[in-house]
């Protein structure tokens, strides 16, 4: 390289992306740029996310980035007792790039594969500061953010996307079967892990390392000619199960794959409302939570850094044992370089891209950032969807696209909150994320992952230091069922007032109109004396005019409403008579706690008081 | 058995949060699906449970029913979470009619009070699945009004997209061109004999996986043909095609 200190003489400050950072890590350049600094007097821009970043590629300890971590290290160390560092007050990456696009002494440092440049393109910013692009190769100076816009070409899709071939060779891997890597090492299949659409995952003798084993059929030359590309990145990352070897037959016919072992249970069982938190993480609060996903952000992250999208977010794609220990699974639908991410759901996809079929085009970072705010509110709801509502339009579709997102700042939507405690996690937040979801999903705007991973960060220091007065926002489900030590009694009271809540919301409109001028006090204690008085199944009468045409079934549907008065309460009433009072008691701390239920009970109560009064009438 | 219709409880929805994939079964247990064709429906039935139940995606969100026609209309599982122990017991056909129209109002009728209850809820859910297995025609008192009046209920749901239909006719002494009437978006009703049970309940489990984990179109499903879009190639064009596109 030429001499680095007369190239930049022109310049008065460095913008520097960390993605610059990860190319230059184990070369000398660093030194040498940290030595202009300091003999030219020149200044130096930070994100304010730099730490973060730094972070994310820190956590994820890949031994060929050590030198990264210790040259950023050691550059800022020598840096800071100059006073040359200067930190933006911006935490998103375009945010930091405007703030400087256009300044003609400045130049900014940019890495060539970096989501940065992606952003930069995507967003369509001009601007006439230097930029200043690396690889691992090599540098390339230009002398405006426009020229080299003009020469940096965002790369098109493979064409072997257009290709329908498929490798048919006749090969049957199974427990018990030997495969190779590359370099001709072989590769026990112990035993079997899972059964997927795509393949099968093994166990290795290696404890550390499982393989994939594709179906017949289903490698075509797109996805393998991905895992080589995969491979040769050596994502050698802590919580990212990335292909590590190629895996073929004893005659060389590709089959599948190595990676890093995941262990404890995917997201998605695990995060999927309040049975299932209890059940995998029954000792958890609020912070174990927000902990998790940290985590996973982290390392979906560092993927972006290292120009990878991992297009298809869901929460089965990752796995957690603690929630310092996430990784990352099902790594072989990312999109790297031209090579796309051919999957995803309707759920976490923006729905500008639902009618497009996800192998024919390259996802951008913003595609990517709705898809991780979309993991973000999962994560902190506990598995729920943003847009999961009650009441609402027919399809999720439409939810998402009219962004009816129902929670609100002013809590003027309360009504439309899924049933379970989702209403309480919501006012358990910190303002911050609170507006961001609020922007997200009401207003449409979309943040940037490494503003999610500040704002959590920010949430979780909150939750550290114990900055809520309200002990029950530090619960997983606040002012709700989540202490496991709790009366078995509780639970089936609360069940049951829901169930006559549901009931009546249902179809006792006229009774519940009649009830809402009912003072909240009275009505909760009839609610209490509610809970001893059987009540007729709504639905008997609503089956039967509905199946007038089939005479049988109108037979059996006021038959089954019987059964449901004694399946309903009745049948928790009779198992648990000899805990009346403790249960009522039970149900009095309950409605004290959540006060949306009680007046949704008040409206039942009232509601069967009114059909109790007609039929002594009648 | 119990019989139920619409009964909204929490612990029959469960807490999850994952988005719901009713699917209700109507059968037919007239007189002709006694003996090996019952047997055969039951072996699919129960390998298509435990895959449902073996998936931790499917598990929690395939939400199934059961309803059966023969003589009478019995809910023979109703609609509820399905656990990771839980089995099913076997269906036994009866000696009598085919009440075809009656057994499928039934179903819109479960599968339209579950769907207020995860509205009520706040649970998101996929458009549900009316899954019809018949080896006749209808039978019995009213049949064909009934016939006409759920081929009309059917066609409109799928119509708006609120429902996907699977019209499966079992042998050679089906009405088919009633059960075609079921619905409108597929071309011919699968057709299957006896023997190909499995065949289907297996194709059912791989669909309702693929909706739930891959966000498959309700159009795929329409398109039984799972045509492997592509050419076979061998080992050395493989790794041209891939060495061309470096």
């Known amino acids: ?618 | 058995m119990a019989k139920k219709v619409g009964n909204i409880s929490e612990k029959d929805f469960g807490s999850s949060t994952k988005r719901r994939l009713p699917i209700c079964f109507c059968l037919d247990v007239s007189g002709s699906m006694s003996g090996n064709p019952i047997n055969e429906l039951n072996d699919g039935l129960q390998s298509f449970f435990s895959s449902i139940r073996e998936n931790d995606e499917t598990r929690s969100a395939a939400d199934i029913c059961i309803v059966t026609f023969g003589g009478s209309v019995d809910i023979f599982l109703p609609f509820g979470k399905i656990t990771k122990s839980q089995t099913i017991p076997r269906i036994s056909a009866t000696t009598s009619l085919t009440p075809i129209g009656e057994g499928i109002l039934t179903a819109l009728e479960l599968l339209n009070v579950r769907k207020t209850g995860y509205k009520e809820l706040g649970i998101k859910y996929y458009q549900p699945w009316l899954v019809v297995i018949t080896d006749g025609a209808p039978q019995g008192e009213n049949s064909m009004e009934n016939m006409e009046k759920a081929i009309q209920a059917v066609t409109e749901l799928e119509s708006k997209d609120r429902l996907v239909v699977f019209n499966i006719g079992v042998g050679n002494n089906v009405d088919f061109s009633l059960l075609k009437r079921l619905s409108d978006k597929r071309a011919e009703p699968i057709s299957i004999q006896t023997a190909q049970f499995g065949k289907l309940f297996a194709f059912l489990g791989s669909s309702s996986s693929s909706v739930v984990t891959s966000g498959m179109k309700d159009d795929a499903l329409y398109d039984l043909e799972q045509h492997n879009e592509g050419t076979s190639v061998a080992m050395d064009d493989f790794f041209r095609t891939i060495e061309e596109c470096k």
Not at chain 1, 17 to 38: C, F, K, P
Not at chain 1, 429 to 448: C, I
Request: proline share 4%.
């Open chain 1, 1 to 618: 390289m030429a001499d680095l200190s007369e190239v930049f003489r022109g310049y008065s400050a460095f913008v520097l992306d960390y993605s610059a950072l990860l190319e230059v890590g184990d070369t000398t350049v660093h030194d040498e740029l940290v030595d202009i600094i300091i003999n030219q007097e020149k200044k130096l821009f930070i994100s304010k996310s730099f730490r973060s970043f730094h972070g994310c590629v820190s956590l994820e300890g890949n031994p060929r980035e050590k030198d990264v971590v210790v040259c950023t290290r050691d550059m800022f160390s020598r840096l800071y007792p100059t006073h040359s560092i200067r930190e933006s007050k911006h935490t998103s990456t375009l945010g930091f790039v405007l703030e400087h696009a256009n300044n003609v002494t400045e130049c900014l440092f940019l890495g060539r594969n970096s989501e940065t440049l992606e952003r930069i393109r995507d967003a369509n910013v001009t601007g006439r500061c230097a930029v200043c692009v690396f690889s691992k190769e090599r540098m390339d100076l230009y002398p405006t953010l426009d020229i080299c816009l003009s020469k940096e070409k965002p790369i098109s899709v493979s064409q072997l996307t257009q290709s329908n071939d498929y490798l048919d060779v006749e090969v049957y891997c199974n427990v018990g079967d030997i495969v190779y890597t590359e370099a001709g090492e072989e590769v026990s299949l112990v035993s079997k892990i899972s059964t997927g659409a795509e393949g099968i995952v093994f166990h290795t003798k290696d404890p550390k390392l499982v393989a994939k084993i594709y179906h017949r059929g289903v490698i075509t030359p797109l996805r393998w000619r991905k895992l080589i590309t995969m491979r040769d990145m050596h994502i050698d990352a802590v919580g990212i199960c990335w292909p590590c070897e190629l895996l073929y037959t004893y005659n060389r016919v590709p089959v599948g794959y190595l990676m890093k072992t995941g262990k404890g249970t995917t997201l998605g069982t695990a995060f999927d409302g309040p049975d299932a938190m209890m059940e995998h993480f029954p000792d958890w609060e609020r912070l174990q939570v927000a902990k998790t996903l940290s985590s996973t952000l982290s390392r979906m992250i560092y993927l972006h850094m290292h120009g990878i999208l991992v297009g298809d977010i869901q929460l089965k794609n990752a796995m957690i044992s603690t929630p310092d220990d996430v990784y990352l699974i099902d790594m072989d639908s990312v999109q790297v370089a031209d090579m796309p991410c051919p999957v995803g759901t309707e759920e976490f996809t923006s729905p500008e891209l639902w009618e497009s079929s996800f192998v024919s085009f390259l996802r951008k970072p913003r595609h990517e950032d709705y898809s991780i705010s979309i993991l973000v509110f999962s994560l902190l709801f506990c598995g729920q969807h943003p847009y999961a509502q009650r009441n609402g339009r027919e399809t999720l579709r439409e939810e998402m696209q009219a962004l009816a997102f129902p929670y609100s700042l002013d809590g003027s939507t309360d009504d439309r909150i899924p049933l379970g405690g989702y209403d309480f996690i919501w006012k358990s937040l910190s303002d911050r994320l609170r507006e961001m979801f609020y922007d997200t999903f009401a207003k449409g705007r979309l943040y940037e992952s490494i503003e999610w991973l500040n704002a959590v960060s920010e949430y979780t220091d909150m939750l550290i230091k114990r900055e809520f007065e309200d002990e029950e926002m530090y619960h997983v489900f606040p002012y709700h069922v989540w202490n496991a030590k709790l009366d078995e009694s509780q639970v089936n009271s609360r069940r049951t007032v829901r169930e006559a809540i549901i009931h009546t919301s249902i179809n006792d409109e006229v009774a519940m109109g009649a009830a809402k001028d009912v003072p909240l006090s009275s009505m909760t204690r009839r609610g209490l004396d509610y809970a001893k008085i059987p009540y007729s199944n709504p639905y008997s009468s609503a089956s039967a005019s509905s199946s007038k045409s089939t005479g049988k079934s109108q037979g059996f549907a006021s038959n089954n409403g019987m059964q449901n008065t004694s399946s309903g309460y009745h049948s928790s009433s009779s198992s648990n008579r000899g805990k009346q009072a403790e249960r009522s008691k039970g149900l009095v701390e309950f409605l004290n706690n959540n006060h949306q239920t009680a007046l949704l009970l008040a409206l039942f109560a009232a509601a069967i008081l009114l059909i109790i009064i007609l039929s002594l009438f009648l």
